[in-house]
């Protein structure tokens, strides 16, 4: 028994000690170790210049001078950064063409991007194309990536932690401006001196994030009535994901509605809208930056208005009608001849030809002009009348005292609607349809498509007067006034 109460208490004490050890606190991390979490690093681009100009001068001759050029921006990034690529994303402000540049030496082509990692540099070169020189602005994006120093390194065990495969991205943006003036003010070209240096400073010190400014892709956008539109807005001095303090704003004029927001591929601020249904409104836009600056700047949009269709008011069946549409030259632009909510007739050209049936008698139909198929206009209503029925609009005697000639106005087709002529009484003998002189009517009638027929009445008794009463009848069935000759 003795023997069994030692071993129970050897157990116990076995157990305590792994309690013990347990609850030992782990080791402290090395001072200055620890993960460095994505968020705490980050990639500064500064440029030197936000705005580069190429002044211009046309002489008399049309030749063009250089009257001043900032050929060169150059661009900083913070030290502490291995593998560092770097491209430019060029892009018209005025067609939205959009060129890329990747890094590498190319002094004959127009944009040049030289990468010196020894002085944390990245330089931008221009060399315009005088031949081509047009008054144009382009906005540069410098699109940067790299690796932190001690990422993966042989050292990287003793001091920072980074998670595997971590690459920083980081952004910058200036712009191009082209100016041509005519000539000079004093006749003389000058071309301004400028030396473009590269100064090396201490990566460490902080430095100030250069010029803030915020830019819209063009100043004015011009539309259709109640067409959707959107906006790109450059940023510099800022990168528009982490240096604003909120997100930019946004306001129209006129109790107009635009929406905001940040296209996170792009690094731009996208801001749309619909045109208004008449005149313009103002979009100002107002961003600040993290450290209280301020940048604002604005854009018009502006309805245009279309010219009115041609289009006639009233139609008959049977008749070809052109209509004159009149559609902007935008995507989606459509003309239609619309019966209730049935479309009759269509086109996306600039006339439209449509020949109303004999059904549509009696009917009111609609012409519309849609954009994206939304109406752009209060539709155009067309009237659908059955033909008059025709005319009997003159007599006219030979002079010989034995036949006379009859005038008939009619409407609908030329040779399909021709009329007969009938004798309700009176001292004829024959009628006859004078093939050869069929003829447009030429007065302005709303009618549409009218006709002149002439017949020929030969006298019966040339010992009574010539005296009758005729009416004409259409291929309708529908009858003119009688005539009575001679008129009383």
């Known amino acids: 028994m003795p023997r069994a109460t030692r071993r129970r208490v050897e157990i116990y004490f076995i157990l305590y000690l792994l309690a013990l ?62 593998d560092v690529d770097v491209r430019a994303r060029i892009e018209d402000a005025a067609t939205g063409q959009v060129l890329m540049v990747d890094a590498g030496r190319n002094p004959a082509a127009l944009f040049e991007l030289q990468l010196l990692p020894e002085r ?49 991205n980081g952004t910058a943006q200036f712009v191009l401006v082209t100016n041509v003036t005519r000539h000079s003010e004093n006749g003389q070209t000058e071309l301004m001196p400028r030396v473009d240096t590269i100064r090396i400073i201490d990566s460490s010190a902080r430095r100030s994030m250069g010029t803030f400014w915020i830019e819209p892709a063009r100043d004015l956008i011009s539309g259709i009535s109640q067409q959707p539109w959107a906006m790109r807005l450059s940023m510099g001095g800022a990168d528009p994901m982490r240096d604003l303090a909120a997100l ?89 001849v619309l019966d209730g909510g049935r479309e009759v007739a269509a086109t996306s050209a600039s006339v439209l030809s449509f020949t109303p049936r004999l059904s549509d008698t009696g ?14 206009e209060t539709p155009v209503a067309i009237h659908v009348r059955g033909f ?25 087709d030329k040779n399909r609607d021709r009329p007969s002529l009938e004798v309700v009484d009176g001292n004829v ?36 007067p010539f005296t009758f009463t005729i009416q004409a009848r259409d291929q309708r069935g529908r009858t003119s006034a009688l005539w009575r000759e001679p008129a009383r």
Request: glycine share 10%.
């Open 21 to 82: 050890v347990l609850l030992l606190p782990d080791k402290p991390m090395p001072a200055g170790g620890g993960m460095v979490l994505p968020g705490d690093l980050r990639l500064d681009l500064q440029p030197e210049r936000v705005r580069m100009e190429c002044n211009l001068v046309r002489d008399s001759s049309g030749g063009l001078r250089i009257r001043s050029l900032d050929s060169e921006n150059v661009i900083r990034y913070n030290t502490g950064l291995t």
């Open 120 to 168: 944390q540099t990245v330089l931008f070169r221009w060399h315009p194309n005088y031949a081509d020189a047009t008054p144009r602005t382009l906005r540069v994006t410098l699109q940067a990536s790299a690796v932190p120093a001690d990422a993966g390194g042989p050292n990287a065990g003793a001091g920072r932690h980074f998670p595997t495969g971590l690459r920083l």
């Open 248 to 336: 930019p704003l946004v306001q129209a004029s006129n109790g107009a509605t635009v929406e905001r927001y940040l296209d996170t591929a792009a690094r731009m601020l996208m801001v749309r809208g619909t045109i208004p249904r008449s005149g313009k409104y103002t979009v100002n836009v107002v961003a600040h930056r993290a450290d209280g600056q301020v940048a604002q700047t604005s854009f018009d949009v502006q309805c245009l208005s279309m010219p009115a269709a041609m289009v006639a008011s009233v139609m008959y069946p049977g008749v070809e009608y052109t209509i004159e549409t009149n559609l902007p030259d935008l995507e989606g632009a459509k003309a239609v």
């Open 363 to 376: 009917k009111t139909l609609q012409f519309v002009r849609l954009i994206a198929g939304d109406r752009v």
């Open 388 to 412: 008059p029925p025709p005319e009997i609009r003159d007599v006219k005697d030979y002079g010989s005292g034995d036949k006379k000639k009859v005038i008939v106005k009619f409407y609908g």
């Open 429 to 464: 003998r024959s009628v006859r349809k004078l093939f050869g002189n069929i003829h447009a009517a030429n007065d302005a009638d709303d009618a549409g498509v009218a006709w002149i027929d002439e017949f020929e009445v030969t006298r019966k008794d040339n010992g009574q």
